[in-house]
């Protein structure tokens, strides 16, 4: 695929043909922006002249910003004249973006404060700032404005969007995580969900300024890590799963083989010795799967001294749990969840959807001699993101795994702001794994489990 084909993101299939025609036939009173005819041609024009020059030189990085930034400048003097300098401008920047980046919401994914960007159809773009949810006055176009922007996604990834495929998983070069789904499945227009990562990625000193956790859940949860326990961490969409299992992830020692496996790679790990594995969707034949659960037992063969997985959330997590149960002690992963307890029978759940006939107490044998601690954080009504549990799982007893929490999230109430008042306390208890993280040469101190209530 050339350059120009690829900002272009033009799709070949009669589908998004007959589509891109019938939105063409609406009538121009139908489009609220009055320069849309213009834009298009504009877009259009500046994509054919960077393939003609392409042909006798490659364009990349500034010389490619430079190029398209002067011939948008000589088209929009030439055919835009009538138009003031200054609207001209904002014209110039709208289809830089277009042609460059992503469109309309282009400088939404350069806001640092922005965490998610949502897009419900062309003229509702809405975005998460500290957890809470605001309506942007940005817009595209129309439906196909939008397509446009998802196959620019899509395309250098080798993945589709059409008809028979109307939903898709990709990431942005940068890691950010994106959801795209179409019609006729979004009734609305063509949506677009863009979990976004920071630039720098966050530290555990963050977190404790964030009042996620507390210095002692801190040093436990360090000494986990390196101590080689067995991790899941739970907790509902947005609360912070992937942030804290990147933060952990980041404990293990730089001597150690580090496999990860994800839908979408978006872990940034520092470690020198990290092998990163990700998912394939379906090709155009409806062939090439390849699957997380693929990936999970392709890595056991690749000599892990960790395993580290995105999130689990169906059959994978049966050859998780065997890996963790024969050898593999320090993997780590995700799950959705609404507390430790939901995360055992989502687990439980989960094992079952890999079409083994295993009864439910081996089930739950297997889960209770797997897991070690399940740390879950919870995203408050005040969009604050905090860890609620950290609760370790200490084996059977008859049919019911059981745990004890080691340390908790106490809610108090809400200040006038709507703020979520409230302290993590120590519950006293030492956990159960105390002296085989010992063992492992990772100092603890017990005074961090000292029963702290407020």
């Known amino acids: 695929m050339s350059l120009a084909q690829r900002l272009q993101g033009q799709a070949t299939n009669e589908f998004r043909q007959n589509w ?12 609220p922006d009055k320069y849309a005819e213009l834009k298009v041609n504009v877009h259009r024009e500046v994509i054919d002249l960077i393939e003609e020059h392409s042909r006798h ?7 490619l910003v430079r190029f398209v930034r002067e011939q948008l400048v000589s088209i929009l003097e030439r055919d835009a004249v009538f138009l003031p300098f200054s609207e001209r401008q904002i014209i110039g920047n709208e289809l830089m973006d277009d042609v460059l980046g992503l469109g309309p919401i282009e400088p939404l994914l350069h806001d640092e404060s922005v965490t998610e960007v949502m897009v419900n159809g062309p003229k509702k773009i809405y975005v998460e700032r500290g957890g809470k949810i605001y309506l942007t006055d940005v817009a595209f176009r129309d439906d ?5 922007i998802i196959d620019k996604i899509v395309s ?6 059409d008809e028979s495929s109307p939903y898709v998983d990709a990431r942005l070069p940068d890691g950010s995580r994106v959801n795209a789904i179409i019609p006729p499945l979004a009734l609305g227009g063509p949506t677009i969900t863009i979990r976004k990562f920071a630039t720098n990625p966050y530290a555990i000193t963050d977190l404790m300024r964030f009042g996620t956790l507390t210095p002692h ?35 293990i020692p730089e001597n150690e083989r580090i496999i990860t496996v994800e839908d979408a790679a978006e872990l940034r790990l520092g470690q020198e010795h990290i092998v990163s594995l990700e998912s394939r969707a379906v090709n155009i034949e409806g062939k090439g799967a390849v699957t997380i659960r693929d ?33 593999h002690d320090g993997s780590l992963t995700t799950g959705h969840a609404n507390s430790p307890r939901d995360m055992l029978a989502r687990l439980e759940t989960m094992v079952m959807m890999a079409g083994m006939e295993l009864p439910l107490k081996a089930i ?3 889960v209770a001699s797997a897991i070690d601690l399940i740390v879950h954080g919870s995203r408050l009504r005040d969009g604050s993101r905090v860890i609620t549990h950290v609760t370790e799982v200490i084996g059977m007893e008859g049919d019911v795994i059981q745990l004890q929490d080691i340390f908790l999230f106490d809610q108090t109430g809400v200040d006038d702001n709507g703020k979520v008042m409230g302290n993590h306390i120590s519950t006293g208890i030492t956990p159960k794994n105390y002296e085989r993280i010992i063992a492992e040469g990772v100092r603890l101190d017990k005074e961090i489990f000292k029963p702290v209530f407020r």
Not at 57 to 63: C, I, K, S, V
Not at 144 to 148: I, P
């Open 57 to 63: 030189q490659e364009l990349a990085g500034p010389e």
């Open 364 to 366: 739950r044998q297997q």
């Open 156 to 161: 250098p990834l080798g993945r589709r969007v």
């Open 217 to 251: 859940m801190t040093k436990f949860l360090e000494a986990a890590v390196r101590g080689r326990l067995n991790i899941i961490i739970s907790g509902g969409t947005g609360s912070g799963k992937t942030t804290l299992l990147n933060v952990l992830a980041g404990y």
């Open 295 to 327: 990936l999970i037992r392709n890595c056991l063969r690749m000599r892990p001294d960790r395993i580290v997985v995105g999130e689990v959330r169906g059959g994978e997590a049966l050859d998780m749990l065997q890996a963790m149960n024969t050898g």
């Open 20 to 31: 891109a025609s019938s939105l063409k036939d609406q009538k121009k009173d139908d489009r």
């Open 144 to 148: 196909e404005h939008v397509m446009h």
